[in-house]
């Protein structure tokens, strides 16, 4: 999906790369930037010795020691509130939330003081905490572990919300966010946390992307699929499959939450007249709806059909044996495909 | 549970083994100097309150009769220490030098914040209760790893103390506050003023034993001190901060005072608790406290009373004067420290805006 040569600065000549998983890609990129920047802290439950659930820290309290891999008590508010305590004293903590649901008793340090420290402080405070949560369905869990609530961190002004939905961008989106002055939300796709693919292991502080750029990931002409975090591999099957039936589909990876890149979507939208989003997340005031809004505020005239919207029903997250009549499938994406094609 | 006191409410001074070396080096002038502002304090709250009913002001919260709470825990702090107050630490800012009228910015409107932290190692407040204790706390940590506690060098170690009050005992943050500290053995001091009431609610339905048991169950040393007391206050927190410094780990003290004015300006008292309770406390007077036993040892000469008078008119002048030219920020500054680094959507409404401020000022049609 993305190469060595998406990303400016780099050579496939010069870099070494290797075959990971999504999780493994996080892993190294936590791991350099531990090694190179010294204020780098990581804090969550189970994160020492077992490595946390998804063991995407295994082996770094070993290598970088418990001051630094931080096993904490059982709170994820005291989490939040001392990573910011931390971050006040000039250290950046990256904390684990162990599963999307249990993100919610540290929401008030979130968006209360996380998200706006910077502006009461009139720029005189940064606290650059990221804030790891590994979200959405599709793995078969218990209530409260399949959660996408990005949105509610995406209304809150002062966080930046990211998800990668590639080892590629995993790798270098975790760095990335690290070494933002802001706070920000990375929102790890665990249903994918096992997909692999060639990453190239770049050295700590090479330029990336930024944390505020979509990225077309298959080009088409006929309806652009936009998606983010797991639903980029649900978007590309159904990509697959419309591709035998002559619709081109034009995938786009968000990347990025909050700030939305609606140029991209845009231009991408122009040239196709079509769209359809795409989330784990409830559609109602979803991240649809505001593609939506901005697709038809900024290219109205260039529009074939409205645009449609493929996500989670107004219900709570289902029980696992049914989840999958949940979450947005290849069928449904293309059945919206269908409508958008339909006009 | 043992309430610590070296000055009774007549200013008698009594002996205490364990807390009398923590203030033998207090000479008349040191005491005068805590005199001075706790009168300086009080003053300000007085002007900031009149401000507030003269309409210059939304709101007020008044720190009447904590005075010596929060002026004898604030002398004990050493110059690289931190503190992080809640909002009725107006005591606490005077002593630590934070001029007062930047306090009042978040009563007037103009401000979140109001001073720089950075300048006198005093964070800025939050109106969210007991939600700043976890940062004095991961603050404390970044002390630990930053190498300045336990060091031997009084110049060099550091702590950090949290003001927080009684209701703040009971959210959630407060107790996960106590659990890290106590977890990581963080330098802090968690100075808990029980002034009795929370808005309209009694202490007793916060905590059915004395606050400081709080502290003990998560395995914190603590101690109860009169807080009206600023000596005792004084004598309990400089122990504390010493037990920080060297790398002892937390303390939990409450420090029991009363709030002798409303919560706010907004507040009206006399809708839950009796006028006697108030006259009881107000025989207790901080203030009065300490006058009486400068008085009594002939340590309270007319000319320092008179220079002190003319620096309370100059104080008030000076909050008044400050607050009157507090004007209202640009409206664009909403958009400035939204975040760190730009931000799309930021960047563009703000262009929006200015574009439709500018509009409006030609005259043209919206």
């Known amino acids: 999906m993305t190469t060595t040569a998406d990303r400016a600065g780099t050579s496939s000549s010069s870099v070494p790369t290797e075959k990971v998983t999504l999780a493994r890609a996080i892993t190294l990129g936590l791991r350099t930037a531990l090694a ?36 904490t008590p059982l709170a994820e508010s005291g989490i939040l509130g001392t990573a910011i305590g931390l971050a006040m004293r000039g250290y950046r903590p990256v904390c684990e939330i162990q599963f999307d649901g249990f993100v919610f008793p540290a929401f008030d340090q979130i968006t209360t003081m996380l998200a706006k420290l910077h502006a009461r402080s009139r720029g005189r405070i940064t606290v650059p905490v990221v804030v790891r949560i590994p979200f959405g369905g599709g793995i078969g869990a218990v209530e409260h572990h399949s959660e996408s609530p990005e949105v509610l961190f995406a209304h809150t002004a002062g966080l930046r919300v990211v998800s990668p939905a590639t080892p590629a961008d995993a790798y270098t989106m975790i760095q990335e966010a690290i070494a933002s002055p802001d706070p920000v939300i990375f929102l790890e796709p665990k249903g994918r946390y096992w997909d692999k693919a060639e990453v190239a292991l770049t050295p700590y502080g090479t330029p990336g992307a930024g944390l505020d750029k979509a990225r077309v990931v298959r080009p088409g002409s006929d309806v652009t699929v ?40 845009v231009e991408s939208v122009r040239g196709t007249g079509r769209c359809v ?14 593609v939506a809004a901005r697709v038809t505020e900024e290219c109205f005239y260039e529009l074939e059909a409205p645009v449609q919207r493929v996500g989670g029903f107004h219900t709570q997250y289902p029980p696992a044996r049914i989840e999958h009549d949940y979450l947005p499938s290849v069928d449904r994406v293309l059945h919206a495909v269908d409508r958008a094609m339909a006009f | 549970m043992e309430t610590v006191q070296l000055l009774t409410p007549e200013g008698t001074r009594v002996a205490d083994a364990r807390y009398d070396h923590r203030v033998a080096h207090l000479d008349a002038d040191a005491l005068r100097g805590f005199y001075a502002d706790m009168v300086l304090t009080r003053r300000f709250d007085t002007e900031a309150t009149a401000l507030q009913r003269q309409g210059e002001l939304g709101l007020f919260t008044p720190s009447m009769g904590q005075e010596a709470a929060q002026v004898g825990s604030a002398h004990a702090l050493a110059p690289q220490d931190w503190a992080f107050p809640a909002y009725r630490e107006h005591g606490v800012l005077h002593v630590r030098g934070v001029d007062l009228v930047d306090v009042l910015k978040q009563f007037r409107g103009v401000e979140h914040g109001g001073w720089d932290p950075a300048e006198h190692h005093v964070h800025l407040f939050t109106l969210v209760v007991g939600a700043h204790p976890l940062h004095a706390v991961g603050y404390a940590m970044g002390m630990q790893r930053d190498g300045v506690v336990g060091t031997g060098d009084p110049q060099r170690d550091a702590g950090v103390i949290a003001y927080l009050g009684d209701g703040a005992t009971s959210q959630g943050d407060v107790s996960e506050a106590l659990v ?39 395995g914190i040393p603590t101690v109860r001190v009169d807080g009206n007391d600023v000596l005792a206050s004084y004598a309990v927190t400089a122990e504390a901060m010493e037990r920080a ?43 009065d406290r300490l006058r009486r036993y400068l008085e009594s040892a002939g340590e309270l000469p007319q000319d320092f009373l008179a220079d002190l008078e003319a620096r309370s008119e100059a ?40 574009q439709y401020e500018s509009g409006l000022a030609e005259g043209g049609a919206r």
Do not use: C
Not at chain 2, 263 to 283: F, K
């Open chain 1, 277 to 290: 989003v795409v989330h784990e997340a409830p559609v109602q005031h979803g991240v649809g709806a505001e």
């Open chain 2, 245 to 287: 410094h060297r790398g002892h780990g937390p303390t939990f003290i409450e420090a029991v005072t009363y709030r002798m004015g409303a919560h706010t300006t907004s507040d009206d008292p006399l809708r839950y608790r009796e006028d006697d309770e108030v006259a009881a406390w107000r025989a207790k007077d901080p203030i």
């Open chain 2, 180 to 218: 890290f500290a106590g977890a990581s053995d963080a330098p802090v001091v968690f100075f808990v003023q029980n002034n009795q009431w929370a808005i309209s609610v009694p202490v007793g339905t916060q905590s059915k034993v004395p606050l400081a048991q709080r502290g003990q169950g998560f």
């Open chain 1, 36 to 71: 190179h920047d010294p204020s780098v802290l990581l804090m969550g439950e189970d994160i020492g010795r077992l490595g946390g659930v998804f063991r995407v820290t295994d082996g770094l309290q070993a290598e970088f020691g418990a001051d630094r891999v931080v096993d």
């Open chain 2, 315 to 354: 104080l008030a002048r000076h909050v008044r004067d400050g607050v009157h030219a507090m004007t209202a920020p640009e409206p664009t500054s909403m958009f400035d420290h939204v975040y760190a680094s730009p931000h799309s959507l930021v960047q563009s409404e703000r262009a929006w805006f200015e």
């Open chain 1, 226 to 265: 936009v998606g983010y975090g797991p639903t980029v591999h649900t978007a590309l099957k159904a990509a697959a499959a419309a591709d035998a039936e002559g619709i081109s589909l034009e995938v786009v990876d968000l990347r990025t939450i909050s700030p939305l890149d609606h140029a991209t979507v």
